[in-house]
């Protein structure tokens, strides 16, 4: 999973400032130097969170892809166990 050069806050606190009408969207991703596809994602993706409720889904992704990989290590050891199995 990319590492995001953004924190949580920053994201949240540039969602904020503009939905609260401060800024525009153009003179958000302007300041941050992302396009405006990457705000609207960022707004789809933590557009009601809290920070706490942003890091706790950061924290959830990287556990859910580590789970990922260690289930996909065993099925390929279970796989070869039975093709060793097999010939016997």
């Not at 540039?14 to 941050?32: N, P």
């Not at 959830?60 to 990922?68: G, H, Q, T, V």
Request: net charge positive; proline share 0%.
């Amino acid at each position: 999973m990319k590492i995001s050069r953004f924190t949580e806050e920053q994201i949240i606190a540039a969602i904020r400032s503009q939905v609260s009408g401060e800024k525009t969207v153009e003179k958000v991703c302007r300041e941050l130097s992302i396009s405006a596809a990457t705000f609207f994602k960022w707004k789809q993706k933590y557009g009601g969170m809290t920070i706490s409720e942003a890091k706790r889904l950061r924290a959830l992704e990287s556990e859910n892809a580590r789970l990922k990989k260690l289930l996909s290590e065993r099925t390929l050891e279970l796989d070869a166990l039975q093709d060793v199995l097999k010939k016997y």
